[in-house]
């Protein structure tokens, strides 16, 4: 039976048709099923191309694998399963790139790749699952596609269980570079390459502190910077942007189904379509930076943004659209066991936990959802809620409770989490209504309570709330004369992608009025 079917074949054709040069898929394989797939998947490949060639002789020990070699071997990327899920578009572009078709990356950033001195070798553990794995295996696949001097091979963690236990992988993506851990968590080409070659963080300060003064700085490229930019740039105005991470915490999102005249999208595809949006306008996007102090004008009339790469970014009105992130149990053993079995992104890390015992807490949508998800994959899931009930809404509830191997436990407060050293082993809640304390023993916990302001930096600058949240009036406007706030970062209630577009957009409209005021 075919691994791919008709349309998926037929759309693979016609990329394949942008290959520059000959490959051959290598493939290594047992008698497993999967190995079956995986020869059929390779053998399909080559047949829409006559690019392609397929050898079946592979000697890597992880089986079933595959290389993508050109170049007799000097270019090639390796996968450790079968790409496909989130997966199949890094198999497409890694056909592409290792084939001579160029990435699309700037060309700075394609030269510093292969400026970079080996041996480098990289291992990725992903999940096919995982919608932050994509971009760190295609960032890396088109690192050893361009330089001979690095390799990567991409290992699907559920299928090569044996190996993630051995090398106690709880969480993805992992990447491992020479055998040492390089990273954990998503990472994109420019962010690794500043890793690496500590000289181009230097380099890219020095450009960005170069820059004239912007008519506006959006900092921040979540949903409200992103709407911010564009509507800014359309006035015909110098717009800049300044991310720490192009699309923050939609990036985390598995699946969007209420975003207004689109029934059904993913995060990271959203972020996609945002970032090129931007794109189509003057905008200059300055990503990989963290904004760590806002100057207010004063003589000069312009805002100073300082990041954390020491340069400095000037304009005459400022954006902040920063977003937020995961909250944080803040209990003993959290931070000690961060991605040794706490994990906060049950899409990405679940299929680590086959099979095992995970707690889910939180009772709100997020917390109910992840514990359904998980239900599917893990022997049992607890969750545990601080409140006298769950907080998610109706029909969620009711199919958590449907499920069979799910405890659900209120007006509970987890105290500590329990480890042995090198990965999680428990944990202990205290019942609020008897005071009695209890420990569960399971393998992961995925916390799931709600979002932090990302607005530390701004602390002793602009007006705030308590919860960190910055303080804006119907015009989006902050305490600060010509400063601006917009999205999850803000006062303005129900965190939400539309929302936080709205915000963005208003912010932008806001500023624009003040410049022509002023």
């Given amino acids: 039976m075919p691994v791919l079917d008709a349309p998926t074949t037929a759309q693979l054709k016609g990329l394949l048709g942008n290959l520059r040069r000959p490959i051959e898929l290598v493939a290594s394989l047992d008698d497993s099923p999967k190995s079956a797939d995986t020869r059929s998947l390779v053998e399909e490949i080559a047949a829409l191309s006559d690019k392609v060639s397929v050898r079946l002789d592979g000697q890597d020990e992880r089986r079933p ?37 160029p990435p699309k990356e700037e060309a700075e950033l ?15 553990f992903f999940s096919l699952s995982c919608q932050n794995c994509p971009d760190v295996v295609q960032a890396l696949n088109i690192m050893a596609a361009l330089n001979p001097a690095i390799t990567h091979v991409a290992i699907d963690g559920a299928l090569f269980q044996d190996e993630v ?7 993805v993506p992992t990447v491992y570079l020479n055998g040492e851990q390089f990273g954990q968590g998503r990472m994109d080409l420019a962010q690794i390459v500043a890793k690496l070659d500590t000289g181009s963080v230097a380099r890219a300060a020095e450009k960005i502190a ?44 598995m699946g969007i ?55 400095s970014v000037k304009a005459k009105t400022v954006i902040l659209s920063t977003g937020a992130r995961w909250r944080q149990m803040g209990v003993p053993g959290e931070d000690e066991y961060r991605n040794k079995g706490v994990a906060y ?20 949508n997020s917390g109910v959802e992840a514990a359904i998800d998980l239900a599917g994959i893990v022997r049992h899931v607890t969750l545990i809620e601080f409140d006298s009930q769950l907080r998610a809404d109706a029909v969620l ?86 400063v601006f706030a917009a999205g999850d970062c803000t006062t303005v209630p129900f965190k939400q992608i539309v929302i936080a577009m709205g915000e963005g957009a208003k912010a932008s409209l806001a500023a624009f009025d003040y410049l022509i005021r002023h």
């Avoid at 904004?291 to 954390?308: F, M, Q, R, S, Y």
């Fill in 165 to 171: 236990e051995r090398r106690k992988v709880m969480a």
């Fill in 65 to 101: 694998s595959f290389a993508i070699r050109a170049d007799e071997g000097k270019a090639q990327a390796v996968f450790a399963g079968l790409p496909l899920g989130h997966e199949f578009t890094s198999l497409i572009l890694a056909l592409l790139h290792v084939g001579g078709h």
């Fill in 345 to 364: 992104c049950p899409h990405c890390d679940g299929p680590l936990f086959k099979g095992k015992r995970t707690a889910v807490i939180g009772g709100g």
């Fill in 210 to 253: 170069a820059k004239d003064p912007f008519d506006v700085l959006v900092v921040g490229g979540g949903p409200a910077g992103a709407a911010a930019a564009i509507y800014a740039a359309r006035k015909g105005i110098r717009t800049g942007v300044v991310a720490e991470r192009f699309g923050g915490q939609v990036l985390d999102t």
């Fill in 110 to 124: 394609l030269d510093a790749v292969r400026a970079l001195e080996g041996p480098l070798h990289f291992e990725t």
């Fill in 397 to 482: 509830q009711t199919k958590l409770r449907s499920l069979p191997n799910v405890t659900i436990i209120t007006s509970a407060m987890t105290t500590q989490v329990l480890g042995d050293g090198g990965k999680v082993t428990g944990l202990v809640y205290k019942n609020r209504e008897t005071g009695e304390e209890h420990t569960v023993e399971l393998e992961g916990i995925f916390v799931q309570i709600g979002l932090v302001p990302n607005t530390e930096w701004l602390n002793g600058s602009i007006a705030m709330t308590n919860r960190g949240e910055i303080e804006v009036d119907a015009h989006n406007a902050t305490s600060l004369d010509g």
């Fill in 257 to 311: 189904e209420n975003f207004i005249s689109v029934p059904h999208t993913e995060g990271p595809k959203l972020v996609a379509q945002l970032e090129q949006h931007v794109k189509d306008y003057d905008v200059d996007v300055m990503n990989v930076q963290a904004a760590v102090k806002l100057k207010p004008a004063n003589g000069d009339g312009l805002h100073h943004i300082e990041l954390a790469s020491g340069a």
